[in-house]
């Protein structure tokens, strides 16, 4: 037994081992080759970000930025956050480095850590990641169609089948100070009722009160003004539009009115999707239109629309495993004395065979237990990092090693064939000649 260390991982963070952190990486090649194919090329923004940054865009009466950032004073006295959300430093960076000037739509996705200061779960982790993707400098409905319509393209390569999207338009300029006229109306007789922060929401940002985790204001909540009898001409056309563009597209969506979005900066259409199986935490997604967050920043006045995906909940919903099947060359010594010839022979046959795993076995253990290991692979063995479909056992003894040939062992067809070592980079092994 390893001596017991009192160093434990930081509460709500976590280690992703394999095989799990394969799984992980399955899911950002996915999103990249997908992603990709729309035109979406990869922005990677710094992880700490001024505290102002996300108390503008965010927003200062939301959870994120009331309670639940990862703030602290640098060496210089500097307020520094851990991101919370990556919009905001996107948007920072595009303004920054000036990528407005570049032809549009500028096209941006990322995948990274994110950092809120929430009560850990099944699904809620205080550094969990995301996978998201902006689109910048489009006003019309078709924007909101295309980010969608690549969502989906995305979950359905891995497999999704079943989800579809919670869909709303939140009023915007004029139309959204009378709807919180509205909803503070409703809310202000049974005022009394609300928890201390609930109460401070009425008066300051009515629209944070659908944030509420508290029954006492969802059952206030249930029969308040909801956003679409408040919507300026504009909003309902673009919502309507965007709805006959996903049902063209074939995107699933119900209307859901009372979907605000925890975050300031959203305008027109809001988004998400859940997924049965995360118990409470049950958004693997979230996004929506953001068409003045530009202009606040102090940037150009730019719309835009994106969305980001919970990686750590979106990887424990899966409906398969996303990693690819590989095969392995289990690469045999007989005995200390072939090693050497064993690593020159992995590395033909990783020459010959690019998208496999050549591994060697350098325990020393010898052919009848290193047979056993291959099998125990092939069989399934939960911790082995990758997806295995098929099991070559190269064995090296001493009459290879001195004939410069290798005996190769298909474990699933039991079928045996003695190569010269020379034909290993050659020949395509186990595929017809
Ligand atoms: P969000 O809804 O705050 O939106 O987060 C997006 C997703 O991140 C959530 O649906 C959830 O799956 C995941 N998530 C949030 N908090 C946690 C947590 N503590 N543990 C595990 N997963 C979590 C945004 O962040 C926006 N920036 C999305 C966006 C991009 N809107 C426009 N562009």
Redesign the pocket.
């Known amino acids: 037994m390893s001596p017991a260390s009192s160093y434990r991982a930081v509460k709500g963070t976590r280690d992703l081992l394999p095989p799990e952190s394969e799984k992980f990486a399955a899911v950002e090649a996915a999103a990249r080759a997908v992603f990709s194919s729309y035109g979406y090329g990869e922005i990677r923004t710094p992880v700490l970000e001024s505290t102002e940054l996300f108390a503008r865009s965010v927003g200062e009466t939301t959870d ?1 930025v009331h309670k639940e950032m990862y703030t602290f004073l640098d060496r210089k006295g500097r307020s520094l956050t851990l991101r919370p ?3 905001a430093g996107v948007v920072r960076a595009a303004i920054e480095r000036g990528l407005e000037r570049l032809p549009r739509p500028l096209r941006l996705w990322y995948t990274g850590e ?1 950092f ?1 200061y ?1 009560r850990p779960q099944k ?4 550094e ?1 990641r ?1 996978i ?1 993707a ?1 689109l910048v400098g489009v006003a019309g409905a078709a924007s909101d169609a295309e980010v969608l319509t690549m969502l989906f393209d995305f979950l359905r390569r891995l497999g999704f089948s079943q989800l579809s999207v919670s869909l709303n338009c939140v009023p915007g300029g004029q139309a959204r100070e009378t709807f919180a006229d509205a909803l503070r109306a409703h809310v202000r007789p049974q005022a009394s009722r609300l928890n201390e922060d609930d109460r401070r929401r009425v008066e300051e940002n009515p629209l944070r009160l659908f944030d509420s985790k508290d029954p006492e204001t969802a059952a206030i909540l249930a029969g308040a003004p909801t956003t679409l009898a408040f919507l300026d001409a504009d909003a309902a056309a673009h919502f309507a539009q965007v709805k006959s563009l996903l049902t063209a597209a074939g995107i699933p969506f119900t209307e859901s009115p009372t979907l605000v ?3 300031d900066y959203y305008t027109v259409t809001v988004f ?1 999707v859940i997924s049965g199986g995360l118990g409470a ?1 049950n ?6 239109r ?1 068409d003045n967050l530009f202009a606040d920043m102090g940037g150009p006045a730019l719309p835009a ?6 990686e ?2 979106l990887v424990e919903v899966m409906p398969h495993d996303p990693r690819p099947l590989r095969e392995l060359w289990y690469v045999l010594p007989g005995s200390s004395d072939e090693f050497s010839y064993a690593l020159r022979v992995a590395d033909a046959i990783r020459g010959a065979h690019p998208a496999a795993v050549a591994e060697t076995d350098m325990s020393g253990r010898g052919f009848s237990k290193g047979f056993a290991r291959a099998s125990q692979i092939l069989s399934g063995d939960a911790t082995y990092p990758f997806r295995v479909s098929e099991v070559r056992v190269v064995s090296v003894g001493s009459e290879e090693r001195s004939e410069q040939t290798v005996k190769i062992k298909t474990l699933s067809s039991r079928q045996e064939e003695v190569l010269p070592f020379a034909a290993l980079g050659v020949h395509a092994m186990g595929e017809k000649r």
């Open positions: 994120i959300e990556n919009t994110q809120r929430e699904g809620r982790y205080r969990f995301q998201g902006e979005r925890g975050l998400e935490q958004a693997i997604l979230g996004g929506g953001y629309v994106g969305f980001a995906i919970g750590d909940r």
